[in-house]
């Protein structure tokens, strides 16, 4: 009897302190941008929401800035396990899935509804199956905007790019959408390109206003043109490292989780565009070009001249079903 009452006690206290010693499950979520914008603000709340849905068994650690890594090296670190989740750009996958350089094609979305329909729809499918490749996961795309020109000099009609050298992303279709205005695409990393900006290393950029202003482009450049020419997204990966040691529970409550922070990410790509192109012309630093219908649609000329070029290498019918889908009413 003494001995049943024993193994009763033991099996009480191990039951009762496992959980409150076991030890929580840290992920490391590196990425290259400021915490302030879309995708900062994001990964924010990614690391709220997972950290109060879990009890505390999830711990997040956040290095924003490329502190731990650029995303290229990111996506090697990904890989090992050495860090859990990353958000790197579409154009950082050219050598994993270079269909998602469809993202990167000119003038391709009309506007944020026509995008969100393909990226919640079958071409988005597609490409997270077609992302999730060696040990990487694709999970979800982030948004951060629509991408805008800066340079040192107005850029009013594509002429005016003429000879400019324009930092980029490494992406093909970037490369061939500089060059169908006559520009010099120059590949840099992020995090390198405020100083080449102000050595004139190069004399201009596109990215979204949230970008511009928190990396304080607009302090090295003298004139910026909203063209919403390109979108600017993010894929959200981890790795099946991590993902197949989580217990079910945990993985249904990631999953959720992942849900709702897209819907954050776009919600704040949506809001903070109107105040940091107010906060871009309060600084008076840098003089706004607001292309009219015919100007804009110079550039669209040019630029949708490159499409044929990439049918192969992205694949026709993921171009065209993207296209479908500005015709279908919400």
Same mark, same amino acid.
């Given at each position: 009897?003494?001995?049943?009452?024993?193994?009763?006690?033991?099996?009480?206290?191990?039951?009762?302190?496992?959980?409150?010693?076991?030890?929580?499950?840290?992920?490391?979520?590196?990425?290259?941008?400021?915490?302030?914008?879309?995708?900062?603000?994001?990964?924010?709340?990614?690391?709220?929401?997972?950290?109060?849905?879990?009890?505390?068994?999830?711990?997040?650690?956040?290095?924003?800035?490329?502190?731990?890594?650029?995303?290229?090296?990111?996506?090697?670190?990904?890989?090992?396990?050495?860090?859990?989740?990353?958000?790197?750009?579409?154009?950082?996958?050219?050598?994993?899935?270079?269909?998602?350089?469809?993202?990167?094609?000119?003038?391709?979305?009309?506007?944020?509804?026509?995008?969100?329909?393909?990226?919640? !729809?079958? %071409?988005?499918?597609?490409?997270? /199956? +077609?992302?999730?490749?060696? $040990?990487? @996961?694709?999970?979800?795309?982030?948004?951060?905007?629509?991408?805008?020109?800066?340079?040192?000099?107005?850029?009013?009609?594509?002429?005016?790019?003429?000879?400019?050298?324009?930092?980029?992303?490494?992406?093909?279709?970037?490369?061939?959408?500089?060059?169908?205005?006559?520009?010099?695409?120059?590949?840099?990393?992020?995090?390198?390109?405020?100083?080449?900006?102000?050595? !004139?290393? %190069?004399?201009?950029?596109?990215? /979204? +206003?949230?970008?511009?202003? $928190?990396? @304080?482009?607009?302090?090295?450049?003298?004139?910026?043109?909203?063209?919403?020419?390109?979108?600017?997204?993010?894929?959200?990966?981890?790795?099946?490292?991590?993902?197949?040691?989580?217990?079910?529970?945990?993985?249904?409550?990631?999953?959720?989780?992942?849900?709702?922070?897209?819907?954050?990410?776009?919600?704040?790509?949506?809001?903070?565009?109107?105040?940091?192109?107010?906060?871009?012309?309060?600084?008076?630093?840098?003089?706004?070009?607001?292309?009219?219908?015919?100007?804009?649609?110079?550039?669209?000329?040019?630029?949708?001249?490159?499409?044929?070029?990439?049918?192969?290498?992205?694949?026709?019918?993921?171009?065209?079903?993207?296209?479908?889908?500005?015709?279908?009413?919400?």
């Amino acid at each position: 009897m003494h001995s049943v009452k024993s193994l009763l006690i033991l099996l009480a206290l191990i039951f009762l302190t496992t959980p409150l010693h076991a030890k929580p499950i840290t992920i490391k979520f590196s990425h290259v941008v400021a915490k302030d914008t879309p995708k900062g603000q994001a990964a924010a709340f990614l690391k709220q929401r997972l950290e109060k849905r879990s009890s505390g068994r999830i711990r997040v650690k956040i290095y924003p800035n490329a502190t731990l890594y650029g995303d290229r090296a990111a996506l090697a670190a990904l890989q090992s396990n050495e860090i859990q989740l990353a958000a790197p750009s579409f154009a950082k996958f050219i050598d994993y899935s270079p269909q998602l350089q469809l993202f990167d094609l000119p003038f391709l979305f009309h506007d944020t509804k026509h995008l969100h329909r393909v990226l919640d !729809g079958e %071409v988005g499918q597609a490409l997270l /199956t +077609l992302a999730s490749k060696g $040990t990487l @996961r694709a999970l979800s795309f982030w948004d951060n905007g629509f991408k805008q020109l800066t340079a040192n000099r107005p850029l009013i009609t594509p002429d005016d790019a003429k000879a400019l050298k324009f930092r980029i992303m490494s992406s093909e279709v970037l490369q061939a959408q500089f060059r169908a205005i006559g520009a010099n695409p120059q590949i840099l990393p992020f995090s390198e390109v405020y100083s080449a900006l102000q050595q !004139g290393v %190069v004399a201009g950029q596109e990215n /979204t +206003l949230s970008n511009i202003y $928190t990396k @304080r482009f607009h302090l090295v450049q003298s004139d910026l043109t909203i063209s919403n020419h390109g979108y600017l997204g993010y894929l959200l990966v981890t790795n099946d490292i991590f993902w197949n040691k989580l217990p079910d529970d945990l993985k249904q409550i990631f999953s959720d989780v992942i849900v709702e922070t897209t819907l954050f990410a776009r919600q704040i790509a949506a809001q903070v565009k109107n105040d940091y192109l107010a906060k871009i012309e309060s600084s008076a630093t840098i003089k706004i070009h607001h292309l009219t219908p015919d100007q804009r649609a110079l550039w669209q000329k040019k630029m949708l001249s490159i499409y044929p070029d990439f049918y192969k290498l992205i694949g026709e019918e993921l171009i065209k079903k993207s296209q479908q889908q500005a015709q279908i009413n919400p």
